[in-house]
């Protein structure tokens, strides 16, 4: 079992809302991924990865967020975060910061979110052209991050 | 003129609320908008291969995807007249019971208890009452551990394709599972008791028309071609073939989703609908959880499809454990899907996903292309009934303040379990 889990969430049918599996997509082929790190494409529930997350020492999610920040800025917020909605939004679907906060009540792994800014999200397979072009860049910064916070944990065990 | 307007069950901002205007004592307008992104995605599976289809379609929804995928298959099969084998179908069934039970505790413990037990969201409940929230939790990792057994993996299974399944489950992995089930039934007490506790809720008494699946074994999922609706004590079939005498489409304008309405009435589709037209589906221990939760069929109260998830929930447990012991007896074949050999034909679909009817219809080519594709979803097919009920609260609602009104609004929306735009899950900073 490898110590760390990457999701990257997202639904690729609604433009850059899938954002978060593009870029687990794209961490999948890098070989430049750390070797103790394993990475899900997924979809739009984290819940549901629970029984992957199981003896774990970290999860990095990666998501979208809308907020006012350029496209593709990547920011790393733990399930604290102030200033996201953390009120029950959807009827049958809680938020990543929702669902971490329920997770971290069960299994013993530290949580991270790394949030991405994203453009727009409606109908359509592709991403938008300003967070296409920064895809290389994302994808640099979600390693940096992922090398950063796994050799810690991996100096802690 | 005052209006209350309640728009938190959008994700996509200005799509999805409820809009009530009150002039006085009267009630001016109760008006219920929902985006229905189905419709928009059916224009991107339009002139792919029929093998392509479903995994798009599976997309619409993250809870629902497995319901979706399916249907879509289903649907695909019989515009080509291919018939599964026996255990696919039993597969199929385990599928979608792994889907309803995860579906059902998520939306049971983290979506409509915290408004039961007054608490903001599924995280501040679990900081009172963590043991509700865990069991939840367990509940819906059991049904993701099936979904995940039988499709290939937790979300959107890549596993069922037109004529069956590219690999079936190992006698190993259905052994595991058996023991996950064993285990997790050990749960259905406390969710009577749990369910059995809370408060009544009995704000919107209505008169409602309800229409389900009617399977040929009475007890499936997926199985059947026939919706029978329940109105006012008579039964009525609409083969699948003839959806659209069900669904009436109509325009709303002040909605994003069209009004389905069978001979003028609006019908509601979901748990509640399922057992109404399924009696028989009561097992006489679901009879006697049912007497704990007072709930007496049929219903005239749309908060009733709580109690009928909750039932429902138990009873899956049971009979994905019946199934998965039935596939052990019987032997599990390593069998391929059955050939699939397109041909120009329109095949319909309706199954039961977990929040009720869905429907979908498509039309193929002779080189086996998509021409056109009609998804119509529980949550369309409630949004009149819906808006009914909400007046109806308004109506019996002593007391109209705007507290009142918007927790009793946002409680009985919830019991619906919509699906609203939920193919967007992003997350916001306000």
Request: proline share 5%; hydrophobic share 45%.
């Amino acid at each position: 079992m490898k110590p760390i889990l990457v999701v990257g969430l997202g639904n690729p049918l609604m433009g850059d809302d899938g954002v978060g599996c593009a870029v687990a997509e794209c961490l999948v082929r890098d070989p430049r991924l750390p070797e103790w790190a394993d990475v899900i494409a997924g979809g739009s529930d984290l819940l549901r990865y629970a029984g992957l997350m199981e003896g774990r020492r970290l999860v990095v999610v990666l998501d979208a967020i809308q907020d006012e920040a350029a496209p593709g800025t990547v920011a790393t917020l733990d399930e604290n975060a102030a200033g996201l909605e953390m009120r029950q939004e959807h009827a049958h679907h809680i938020s990543a910061l929702q669902a971490m906060r329920l997770l971290s009540m069960t299994i013993p792994a530290d949580f991270l979110l790394l949030a991405i800014s994203i453009a727009s999200a409606g109908i359509g397979t592709d991403l938008s052209s300003r967070v296409r072009d920064r895809l290389p860049a994302i994808v640099e910064k979600v390693l940096g991050e992922i090398e950063y916070l796994g050799a810690g944990k991996l100096q802690c065990s | 003129m005052k209006a209350i307007v309640i728009e938190p069950l959008a994700r996509v901002e200005g799509h999805g609320g409820i809009t009530v205007e009150l002039e006085g004592d009267s009630i001016a307008a109760v008006r219920f908008d929902v985006f229905e992104g189905a419709r928009l995605l059916e224009s991107l599976v339009r002139g792919k291969r029929y093998d392509e289809v479903a995994p798009v379609l599976s997309r619409i929804c993250s809870i629902c995807s497995a319901a979706h995928c399916l249907t879509s298959l289903k649907a695909t099969e019989k515009a080509f007249e291919v018939t599964v084998s026996p255990q696919t179908e039993r597969l199929r069934d385990l599928l979608f019971l792994g889907e309803n039970i995860e579906s059902h505790a998520l939306h049971l413990f983290l979506l409509a208890l915290p408004d039961y037990l007054n608490a903001p969201s599924a995280t501040a409940l679990a900081a009172d009452r963590p043991e509700l929230v865990q069991l939840g939790l367990r509940l819906k990792r059991l049904g993701n551990l099936i979904q995940e057994t039988i499709g290939g993996r937790a979300i959107h299974p890549v596993n069922a394709v037109p004529g069956g399944f590219g690999k079936a489950p190992s006698t190993e992995q259905l052994t595991g599972l058996r023991t996950a089930l064993l285990e997790g039934a050990k749960g259905s007490s406390a969710v009577v008791d749990i369910m059995a506790s809370l408060p009544e809720t009995d704000f919107c008494r209505a008169n409602t028309v309800y229409a389900a699946l009617n399977s040929p074994n009475q007890d499936s999922y997926y199985a059947g071609d026939k919706v029978v609706v329940f109105a006012d004590g008579e039964r009525t079939a609409v083969p699948a073939a003839d959806y659209r005498t069900l669904t009436n489409e109509e325009p709303a304008p002040h909605s994003h989703a069209k009004h389905s309405s069978f001979r003028g009435k609006p019908f509601m589709v979901g748990s509640l609908a399922r057992l109404t037209v399924n009696m028989r589906w009561l097992t006489a221990k679901l009879a006697i959880a049912a007497e704990r939760l007072r709930l007496h069929l049929p219903s005239d109260s749309p908060m009733d499809n709580n109690k009928a998830q909750a039932l429902e929930l138990i009873g899956d447990l049971e009979r994905a454990l019946a199934v998965v012991e039935q596939l052990l007896d019987d032997g599990i074949e390593d069998e391929r899907p059955v050939p699939v050999q397109p041909r120009a034909g329109t095949g319909t679909a309706i199954t039961e996903a977990p929040r009720g009817l869905l429907i979908h219809s498509y039309t193929y080519d002779a080189e086996g292309t998509l021409v056109s594709a009609d998804v119509i979803t529980p949550t369309a097919l409630n949004a009149a009934s819906m808006e009914t009920h909400f007046r109806r609260l308004v109506e019996q609602c002593p007391e109209r303040t705007d507290g009142v009104l918007a927790q009793r609004l946002e409680m009985l929306a919830r019991a619906y379990d919509p699906c609203i735009s939920c193919s967007v899950h992003l997350m916001r900073k306000r």
